[in-house]
């Protein structure tokens, strides 16, 4: 896995989830100036990473066979011990 | 009338005898198996197949299995129900090994012939009662469990799929993904999905894809058969497998009637390929791209909204000083108007107090004046009321007659009316009588 450490301790789930919490107390008009301008910050960053992972599965379906898969990830390997 | 074969050269070296015509050979070895003994065989039918011509059958048990066959009609004969003689059931069979050689254009086949009436159903299989034991076995050491504690992602970036290489479940599972509009990276992992060879390369496959470390969840499609064709995934050491895997699977074995025991062990069971691709990716991808691009509009509608709010309420604060600086001058100047009236209507009020006073000492002053003027006069008129006031006389010597009601008797004529009366002196008063005669003056 290459993604960065923040993607994965967030998954898309956790992510879109938080998303509605941020609309639906923003659309509640109940959050501060500074409560909104926090969640629209912490918002626009979420919509980042939804985006991004569908982005990665949105490029196009790729299919490769399991010996392939293996192949790709020790030739990576090997590369990064070199 | 076929053309008659040229017999080729041997095999260089070979000490083998031949080379033969195969159709011939074929024929010896039919007759060979029908000279063998014929017997008595018990064990498991499985596979069964009614053809119009012949019924097809596998009988087995836990060591081996022969292919049987019997002609429709035998079999109608007998009466059985599909039910009695479902997969499964256990029989005894009668008959003897039988060749069909094939030809040029038909294929051979070796079966088992049962002979006319000789087959007898003797219970349900056991192989049923093994696999019902061994799903209570797993179920009681709790392996039904784990997988489905798994997180399944939204949203996976690789699905493994372990599936026949030819299946049509192959097909299935991309028209599942295309449904759900995800496009990611797809690891197949091919495997036999039938026979007795299939649960380790199925096992195999399964614990390859997850020692990768790149797939999120792994599919297990197979296109559907009797639960015969379906027994490989039943093996214990598959399902113990696929319990303990750290990546989920969903299994798709499609069968709706007997369910096999990697539907109990996995982390979800579908009845087709299609419906497990789709439950690999539960979020479907195009909707949840519309959704992200709407939830970044709304963000970007409230993030403006704020900073508009914002820029309004500094705006107000920076107008706050002269308007708070306004307002007291206001304040200060309707309390000193108010003061200045307070102090005219006092000014009046007290003038008018005054005046009211002055008038007051005026009429007493001019009514002390005339008590002056008239006190002379009034002792006057005090000292002649006092010479006439009865008291006086009475002291002086005179009487006052009265009668008993208290009327002054003024003749003696009256008196005598009256008898009884009473004499006022100056000091008191005494009751008398009146009698004897006049003595008129």
């Known amino acids: 896995m290459t993604e960065p450490e923040n993607k994965l301790a967030l998954s898309y789930e956790a992510a879109s989830a938080r998303l509605e919490e941020i609309i639906t107390r923003l659309d509640s008009g109940q959050a501060g100036l500074r409560e909104t301008l926090e969640l629209c910050k912490e918002g626009r960053m979420l919509v980042e990473l939804c985006a991004a992972e569908l982005e990665a599965v949105g490029r196009g379906l790729e299919e490769l066979r399991l010996e392939d898969l293996v192949a790709r990830l020790e030739a990576g390997a090997g590369a990064q011990g070199a | ?441």
Request: one cysteine or more.
């Open chain 2, 1 to 441: 009338m076929p053309a008659p074969q040229l017999r080729p050269l041997g095999i260089d070296g070979s000490s083998l005898p031949g080379p033969y015509p195969v159709g011939r050979y074929a024929d010896g070895l039919r007759d060979f198996l029908r000279e063998r003994p014929r017997v008595q065989l018990f064990g498991e039918v499985w596979n069964l197949r009614l053809s119009r011509a012949k019924v097809y059958l596998e009988l087995r048990d836990s060591d081996g299995a022969l292919p049987c066959s019997m002609w429709r009609n035998d079999f109608d004969a007998l009466g059985l129900g599909e039910r009695t003689l479902a997969d499964g059931a256990q029989v005894v069979i009668g008959g003897g090994l039988d060749y069909y050689a094939g030809s040029r254009t038909s294929s051979p086949s070796f079966s088992f012939a049962i002979a006319a009436g000789a087959l007898r159903v003797a219970g349900e299989g056991d192989l049923l009662a093994q696999l019902d034991r061994l799903r209570k076995t797993l179920d009681a050491e709790g392996l039904f469990a784990p997988q489905k504690l798994l997180a399944r992602p939204a949203l996976p970036r690789t699905i493994g799929v372990v599936t026949g290489e030819s299946g049509k479940a192959r097909d299935d599972v991309l028209a599942g993904l295309r449904r759900r509009g995800w496009h990611g990276r797809l690891v197949w992992a091919f495997a036999p999905v039938q026979d007795r060879h299939a649960a380790p390369r199925i096992a195999a496959a399964l614990q390859d894809l997850a020692a990768t470390g790149a797939v999120d969840v792994i599919v297990v499609a197979r296109g559907g058969g009797s639960l015969a064709d379906l027994f490989c995934f039943c093996d214990e050491t598959l399902c113990r497998t696929v319990a303990l895997l750290g990546v989920p699977v969903i299994a798709s074995v499609g069968h709706h009637t007997d369910r096999t025991l990697i539907d109990d062990v996995a982390a979800l069971s579908c009845s087709t390929p299609t419906h497990a691709a789709e439950s690999a990716v539960p979020v479907h991808c195009l909707r949840a791209r519309e959704d992200v691009i709407a939830f970044a509009r709304r963000l970007s509608v409230h993030g403006r909204r704020a900073l508009l709010h914002r820029a309004q309420t500094l705006a107000r604060l920076s107008r706050a000083p002269g308007e708070h600086v306004a307002g007291e001058r206001r304040r200060l100047h309707q309390r000193l108007r108010e003061i200045r009236a307070a102090g005219r209507r006092r000014v009046h009020d007290e003038r008018a107090r005054g005046a009211s006073k002055a008038l007051v000492l005026e009429r007493k002053a001019r009514a002390a004046a005339l008590d002056a003027h008239r006190a002379p006069r009034l002792n006057a008129l005090a000292l002649a009321l006092a010479a006439h006031d009865p008291e006086r006389t009475l002291e002086r010597g005179y009487a006052l007659v009265t009668d008993r009601g208290g009327e002054v008797v003024t003749s003696a004529a009256a008196a005598r009316e009256a008898g009884d009366v009473r004499l006022r002196f100056g000091d008191a008063a005494v009751d008398a009588t009146i009698g004897g005669d006049d003595d008129r003056a």
